[in-house]
């Protein structure tokens, strides 16, 4: 099942290199666009560092979307999943994707993934996408962030982001429903567009079934991460 579930989404992945998708002149070009983010931080329950990789490489129309990113709590590594997708161009400011996503931790498993990248009404950048792992699980994931500029050099960041899950997962203890999400607020100097480091504070939750299930395990079903980083765009 995992192998088919690769497969599937990675075919629209091999289109990439397709010349009847290369189109002629300034489309033929490759160009690409990377953020790297990493902060380390403290939270109610001990010190946290994270790292989130996201970005794309190739054309006006069609691109290689890749992301990583993975969370670092309580002396283990609790988080990591890395993302391929193809990115379709389809409407102004908004891209279709499809491919896979990858969860080494906290339970190896394969997603298939289809969703939408775009800018939203008020220049909200919005991610969301829906998830069929290789055991038949199907989840959610949706993200917001918007940067208000009070100089042209320092920046305001908000952003959210929920996930929902259709059927309760054991092995991952997550209810189904909505099962976690977390608000919070990035505070960056842009010394130049490429290097800014950043102040960031933000509040993670689980609810519903998941936070009961966590209280079952005398786990904190909330916590308060304050932390500083660094931001790289390549």
């Known amino acids: 099942m995992r192998t088919k579930v690769f497969m599937m989404a990675l075919l629209p992945l091999l289109a990439l290199s397709s010349p009847a998708l290369a189109g002629e002149d300034h489309h033929s070009m490759l160009f690409h666009a990377f953020r790297f983010e990493a902060d380390y931080g403290g939270g109610e329950h001990g010190p946290v560092a994270r790292w989130d990789l996201d970005g794309w490489v190739g054309g006006d129309y069609d691109k290689l979307w890749l992301k990583s990113e993975g969370e670092h709590s309580g002396g283990t590594l609790e988080k990591a999943e890395t993302w391929a997708l193809y990115s379709r161009n389809v409407a102004t400011f908004w891209d279709a994707q499809a491919g896979v996503r990858y969860d080494f931790l906290p339970r190896g498993n394969a997603y298939l ?18 998830f069929v792992s290789d055991d038949g699980d199907v989840s959610a994931r949706l993200r917001e962030e918007n940067d208000f500029l009070l100089t042209q050099r320092l920046i305001l960041q908000p952003y959210a982001e929920v996930n929902l899950f259709a059927q309760d997962v054991p092995e991952q203890d997550v209810g189904a429903g909505l099962s976690d999400g977390e608000i919070g607020l990035q505070t960056r100097y842009e010394f130049k567009r490429e290097i800014a480091p950043y102040i960031d504070f933000r509040y993670e939750r689980k609810f519903g079934e998941t936070s009961s299930i966590a209280k079952h395990h005398g786990e904190d079903p909330d916590n308060f991460i304050a932390g500083v980083g660094l931001r790289v765009m390549f």
């Open 113 to 130: 993934a289809l969703g939408v990248s775009g800018i939203a009404p008020y220049h909200f950048e919005t991610e969301a996408h829906l």
